[in-house]
């Protein structure tokens, strides 16, 4: 189950890229529930942080809102640091 998360007055579901971008490196991407018309969002971060569904379940809102805040639009990823 993907997570949700609610940022920028929109419900976004959280999840895995399908494909790891490379070796340690996870993406979150952020799809937009409520409309169609926003881009989806993508942040990299250290498999160590979030190796799998499992791990992105159990961030908490906090940690997700930060992930959100930190992300770019259109796939163009920003390194979590």
Do not use: N
């Amino acid at each position: 189950m993907a997570r949700k998360i609610r940022a920028d007055g929109d419900v976004w579901r959280a999840q895995l890229s399908a494909h790891p971008p490379r070796a340690g490196v996870q993406a979150v991407v952020f799809f937009c529930v409520t409309t169609g018309q926003r881009p989806y969002r993508v942040v990299e971060v250290p498999s160590e942080r979030v190796a799998g569904l499992e791990d992105l379940e159990a961030l908490s809102e906090a940690d997700l809102g930060d992930l959100f805040r930190q992300s770019r639009s259109l796939g163009s990823p920003r390194t979590y640091a």
